[in-house]
């Protein structure tokens, strides 16, 4: 596998400088909720919606570690940036895994030359939307839930049921077209700024060559991947959210918590039982961020292979991250918790948001579930089965 260093440092440099800017009113805008507006355009203008796409199609042709390095450094100030970030990602490739090599080349191409930002309307557990077939064409009615990155988008990638046969189908279609609402309903108690509520269409459109043409590659190994992509961005939201949580905390620490009365130390940052539990929390994430490491470097080899991956890699591949992904979102769960305890009382309060990095990490990890994603690990585990490709796994 080769990496362009020296481009994959330019461009995390780029992303260093946003979660800066990000972090100026991470705290309100968690907060206000709504569509961050003028964080995506400063995503649209930093020239890092392209990263993936490869060099062929106008895109930056970097690996997926370099896409994830970026969303671990978002979730450190905003969690949510991270996560539409990534998601975008997934959306903007859907055509690729899913579609023929033409739509993969078409959107690839379209969404370089326009810096379009990708939002999706997919939601397979959700039976809600339903198409009727019109010559070679769709025409939609009903909604989807959870429509992360919808609002502010430029595209979605949707999926619907087919009205007679129930078929899940996938498509491609701009945010504006005619009969699509995106409804910012979204009141989750984190994740605020994702837009992840519904997307309603009424009598809208798809033409056929917007319709993804699954069945190109339908039997191959990396069809089915993206599961892995999924559960590898949210792992280094958590991941990022523990190391963010930690650094704001140890500011707070240093800076204004006040030694308990009966320590018989000074300051808070000379309490024993603070310094061990830092170490612990430090201990802790360096563990998950190990395996999430290893899980991203699987993944780029999977993403070269392309549709060369054959079963046994894209079993490895969902082993991995799936162990990742468990161990990161257990890890970011206890340390964004733990942390008032090593910053006191005051810290509790509103105003400074600390609170965000929690619920933010409490809302992911419920959309799928570790008890699931560790019985596939310990399957494998016991008989060496790989999990079977799902929409979750």
């Known amino acids: 596998m080769s990496l362009v260093i020296n481009e994959t440092d330019l461009y995390f440099e780029k992303a260093v400088q946003l979660a800066q800017e990000f972090a100026k009113d991470a705290v309100e805008r968690d907060k206000a909720g709504g569509t961050p507006i003028r964080q995506l355009n400063m995503l649209r203008e930093s020239g890092l919606l392209n990263l993936l796409i490869p060099k062929q199609y106008g895109g930056e042709g970097q690996p997926w570690s370099a896409v994830l390095r970026i969303v671990r450094e978002f979730a450190k100030v905003d969690a949510s940036l ?6 975008h990602f997934i959306a903007a490739g859907s055509p690729h895994w899913h579609g023929s090599p033409k739509q993969k080349e078409y959107y690839y191409t379209e969404s370089a030359k326009n810096n379009w930002f990708w939002g999706n309307s ?35 990638i949707i999926s619907w049921e087919d009205d007679q046969t129930f078929e899940l189908i996938y498509g491609a279609i701009p945010t504006n077209r005619q009969g699509v609402t995106v409804h910012e309903d979204w009141d989750g108690i984190g994740q605020k700024q994702t837009g992840s509520g519904t997307v309603s269409f009424e009598d809208v459109i798809v ?25 590898s961005v949210l792992l280094n939201v958590f991941i ?23 320590s018989g130390v000074e300051k808070a940052s000379e309490d024993p039982s603070i310094l061990r539990q830092y170490g612990e929390f430090w201990v802790e994430v360096q563990g998950a961020v190990s395996l999430a490491d290893r899980a991203w470097v699987q993944l780029d080899r999977a993403w070269e292979k392309e549709f060369d991956l054959t079963e046994e890699e894209r079993g490895e591949t969902a082993v991995l991250v799936a162990a990742a992904n ?5 890890v970011a769960l206890d340390v964004t918790s733990r942390i008032f305890d090593v910053m006191g009382a005051r810290s509790a309060t509103t105003k400074y948001g600390f609170d965000r990095f929690w619920r933010n990490v409490r809302t992911h990890t419920l959309h799928n579930p570790a008890e699931y994603k560790l019985r596939n690990v310990g399957r494998w585990v016991l008989t060496k089965e790989y999990p079977t490709p799902g929409y979750y796994s």
């Open 82 to 87: 991270a996560h539409l970030y990534g998601y």
């Open 122 to 156: 997919v939601n397979a557990m959700s039976r809600s939307l339903f198409g009727k077939r019109d010559g070679d064409r769709y025409i939609l009615n009903g909604k989807r839930p959870f429509s992360s990155g919808a609002p502010g988008s430029d595209y979605l």
């Open 207 to 231: 033409e056929k060559e917007e319709i993804l043409d699954t069945n190109y590659h339908k039997h191959t190994a990396f069809s089915t991947i993206s599961p892995s992509f999924s559960q």
């Open 240 to 262: 990022g959210s523990a190391l963010g949580a930690i650094e704001e905390a140890s500011k707070y620490t240093t800076t204004t918590s006040r030694a308990w009365i009966t």
């Open 326 to 330: 468990v161990l990161a979102g257990k």
